[in-house]
């Protein structure tokens, strides 16, 4: 089984502010964090933390969490660690 980490290059994920606008999600706030309404359920008042500088997320409703784009993309897609790396173009 190849090495994980001989493929993975965690500097090629895209900047979170980047990533989670070029989604269409609508980032309430300022300063690194700040709310949205979460996908992970059925929201209807923004309850979804998003970290615009690390990419960390977390729902205070839910409790979906994860830390970095990579875990958000894996969790909101349904996608395996290798699967998202490459979605995002951090696999090599």
Request: net charge positive; with cysteine.
């Amino acid at each position: 089984m190849p090495d994980r980490a001989a493929h993975f290059k965690r500097e090629a994920l895209p900047d979170p502010l980047s990533y989670f606008e070029g989604l269409g999600v609508r980032l309430i706030g300022r300063g690194p964090w700040r709310s949205t309404l979460c996908p992970f359920h059925d929201d209807h008042h923004p309850s979804l933390r998003v970290n615009v500088d690390s990419g960390a997320f977390r729902c205070m409703a839910c409790g979906a969490k994860g830390g970095d784009v990579l875990d958000f993309h894996r969790q909101q897609y349904a996608l395996g660690f290798k699967e998202a790396a490459q979605a995002l173009g951090a696999w090599r």
